[in-house]
């Protein structure tokens, strides 16, 4: 694997089981435009969230490997369920043997990192898919951090199915956006931060505050990966010399290419060509 892997620099990848990836791609590309990114949706196998911890490894492995493959010397898991499941793995059995100089990241820690600063009950809610749930990665890293809040964690298994199928802004949304709401705050009425755990989520962000209660602060990840993409940068300068600045940005998807483009068009707000690729 090793001599197979191109050592000239490459862009960014960016991987997501589908599309809520590209929320995450939207605000990288805001905060750092000038580098160049490969989009990679594995959306004929999506959704992860309810799949096991060694489907979501093998997936992930599958396309993080495709990545590099297409020249990524960085790689970002922009998915919250591949985050939870399958980065420890590949941070420390796959990448001493693809390439020790390689890095994949995820989304989880920086959007952890944020969190003390924002809740003053320290009684903090989780919305996420149930994988990423029952996989208590964000417990575990918000008490690595900040021992001392308390969180609570609702899986809401129709609210990526809604975004895929283009349903966010639909009257059906409302009924799955409010129920998932009020089981979190009746888990901690002194709730008063909850994270958006899953990219696609940010699309209902509209319906999400309506039914949230006034006063509680709603965390979307894309602006603190973002943000934490760039400092990863500024001090890692060796890899930032290994990712290309030519401010373009490709798609790739598992997925038939006619649906992909249809989808992605609601979450970027305009047109967008798409390589089918098989991961394997």
Known sequence: MKQQLSQKPGPIGIFDSGYGGLTILSKI????????????????????????????????????????????????????????????????????????????????????????????????????????????????????LFPDIRVSGEACPMWVPLVENNEAYGAGADFFIEKYIDRLLRQDYHI??????????????????????????????????????????LRHPEMAAKCTQGGECSFCTTEAEEKFVESASAFLHRPVTVQRVTLE
């Open 29 to 144: 590309r805001e905060a750092l435009p000038q580098y160049d990114y490969i989009y990679l949706g594995d959306n004929a196998r999506t959704p992860y969230g309810s799949r096991s911890f060694e489907i979501v490894y093998e997936f992930t492995r599958q396309a993080v490997t495709k990545l590099f493959e297409m020249g990524c010397h960085l790689v970002i898991l922009a998915c919250n369920t591949a985050s939870a499941k399958a980065l420890r793995s590949i941070q420390i059995n796959d990448l001493p043997n693809m390439d020790p100089q390689r890095r994949v990241l995820g989304v989880i820690r920086p959007t952890v990192e944020c969190v003390g600063q924002i809740t003053q009950s320290r009684h903090v809610g989780v919305l996420a898919t149930a994988g990423t749930i029952h996989s208590e990665s964000y417990p575990l890293e918000i008490h690595k």
């Open 192 to 233: 008063d931060t909850v994270i958006l755990g899953c990219t696609h989520y940010p699309l209902l962000l509209p319906k999400i505050k309506h039914y949230m209660p006034d006063g509680i602060a709603i965390i979307s990840q894309g602006e603190y990966v973002a943000a934490s993409l760039k400092d990863y940068l």
